[in-house]
């Protein structure tokens, strides 16, 4: 063999050795940032993700205030792409402390997935103290319904259903994917996955940011926990909620609707999305949610981000959610 030849074989295995090294050194920058179909639990990224989209495709159809339910605020918007094929659901439940918000908060969402094949809707829930908790947890199981009723309409495939809860949003759409979980056969749709932002999954560990908090003043209340207004008061309720209120009787209904308390094995994955700053949700909200669901073995992931508080956290979900959402849907 000649020089000329052993130089060029010399180069090509040169050259081969580079790419291997260059591949398995992205794959090591990517992993714990936005590559997270290993699950591999609790992550901490600092990563920029403000990718959201702000335009919309003209292919998009979007049936706004759709009213699901005879009730006051019980209205949602749907977008999707049509292609007569059915698509998977995901469902946006906004936040702000159950007593504001709107289903127009979390609109840059419903645009990025509805363009990427999903079918989006977001939805309006009532708000305290017109409802109740209980009861904004009743009438997202009614949007459930009334899109699994048409889902020929609007290209669902029910069976594939998603929820993204932001804060007291999350609250509610953990605690409806348990109650789902305990008995599916009595739904007509399919929860396989839930994404939880800044979510209030822990009752107990709000006060860890001082009783000051300003959800506190929600959980003293009977009538905003749940209508019924004199609740069952045979149980003790959960050892740390006597602290956010004076009343037995609410901590023992927040001891029904607290999300922490009530995991079971059969809930489907859920991704954990918290601000390592928050002031208003405290991080071992989070914590504890996560911890409860891998006492549970429920295929779970905690991502808390860096330098990043109740609110502006949202600007960095996409590239983890875009990840559950292929994985799980």
């Given amino acids: 063999m000649g020089k000329a030849a052993g130089r060029v074989i010399m180069w090509l295995v040169s050259f081969m050795l580079f790419l291997a090294f260059g591949i398995v050194a992205k794959g090591m920058l990517s992993y714990g940032r936005v590559d997270i179909k290993a699950d591999p639990g609790v992550v901490y990224s600092s990563e920029e993700g403000n990718i959201v989209t702000s335009a919309v495709d003209d292919k998009v159809v979007i049936n706004g205030a759709v009213s699901y339910r005879d009730s006051k605020g019980c209205d949602l918007d749907v977008a ?33 997935y ?70 599916p056969d009595r739904y007509s749709y399919h929860i396989v996955g839930v994404g939880v932002v800044s979510g209030i999954t822990d009752f107990s560990k709000l006060s860890d940011v001082g009783t000051d908090n ?45 999300v922490t308390s009530n995991i079971t094995s059969d809930l ?33 992931s905690l991502i808390i981000i860096t330098d990043m508080d109740h609110n502006t956290i949202f600007a960095k979900l996409i590239p983890y959610l875009d990840s559950f959402i292929e994985k799980y849907m």
């Fill in 114 to 183: 509805s363009q990427r094949g999903l079918v989006v809707a977001s939805l309006d829930y009532g708000l305290l103290p017109e409802t109740s908790i209980v009861e904004q947890q009743n009438n997202i199981k009614s949007a459930l319904e009334y899109l699994a009723i048409h889902a020929d309409d609007y290209e669902i495939d029910s069976q594939r259903v998603m929820l993204i809860g932001f804060s007291s949003g999350a609250q509610l759409a953990a605690r409806i994917a348990e109650e789902v979980s305990v008995d």
């Fill in 268 to 300: 489907p994955p859920i991704i954990i999305f918290h601000g390592a700053n928050d002031e208003v949700v405290p991080l071992s909200v989070a914590r504890s949610f996560y911890d409860g669901l891998q006492g549970a073995r429920v295929t779970s």
């Fill in 80 to 112: 999707y792409v049509p292609t007569e094929n059915k698509k998977p659901l995901l469902i946006l439940v906004h936040g702000e402390s159950y007593q504001s918000g709107s289903r127009s908060d979390v609109y840059p969402l419903l645009l990025t």
């Fill in 214 to 258: 300003e959800l506190m003043s929600i959980f003293d209340n009977p009538e905003w926990v749940s209508l019924k207004g004199t609740p069952d008061t045979n149980g003790e309720g959960i050892e740390g909620l006597d602290v956010i209120s004076s009343q037995l009787n609410v901590v023992e209904e927040l001891a029904k609707i607290d």
